[in-house]
Nanobody, 118 residues
Framework: QVQLIESGGGLVQAGDSLRLSCAASGRLFSSYRMGWFRQAPGKERELVAAITTGGITNYADSVKGRFTISRDNAKNTVYLQMNSLKPEDTAVYTC????????????WGQGTQVTVSS
């Protein structure tokens, strides 16, 4: 059982940076694969970035080179550093946790809004 709470979203201009945080409650955080998803109006939810328990990362092509996912198991927190933000990055960003070795994400946060103006 994991509870996730996102923070760090906001309104920024194109080219700016934001760091999202996802704080997890639960004492087995280090045993979960973590991911950041986003959903924009009229668009399907997509996986933006994921990080395994061993620190291996994967990114959507649209954010490669700009976004970095990381985790601090001691703080039960996963981060998404977003640089060079574009208007098309505007979405609700949600973190999720998957119990290893299952591929599905079973736990979801409430989401935080990121809006990038042009």
């Amino acid at each position: 059982q994991v509870q996730l709470i996102e923070s760090g979203g906001g309104l920024v201009q194109a080219g700016d940076s934001l760091r999202l945080s996802c704080a997890a409650s639960g004492r087995l955080f280090s045993s979960y694969r973590m991911g950041w998803f986003r959903q924009a109006p009229g668009k399907e939810r997509e996986l933006v970035a994921a990080i395994t328990t061993g620190g291996i990362t994967n990114y959507a092509d649209s954010v490669k080179g700009r976004f970095t996912i990381s985790r601090d198991n001691a703080k039960n927190t996963v981060y998404l550093q977003m640089n060079s933000l574009k208007p098309e990055d505007t979405a609700v960003y949600t973190c999720a946790a998957a119990a290893v070795p299952l591929p599905r994400y079973d736990y979801w946060g409430q989401g935080t809004q990121v809006t990038v103006s042009s």
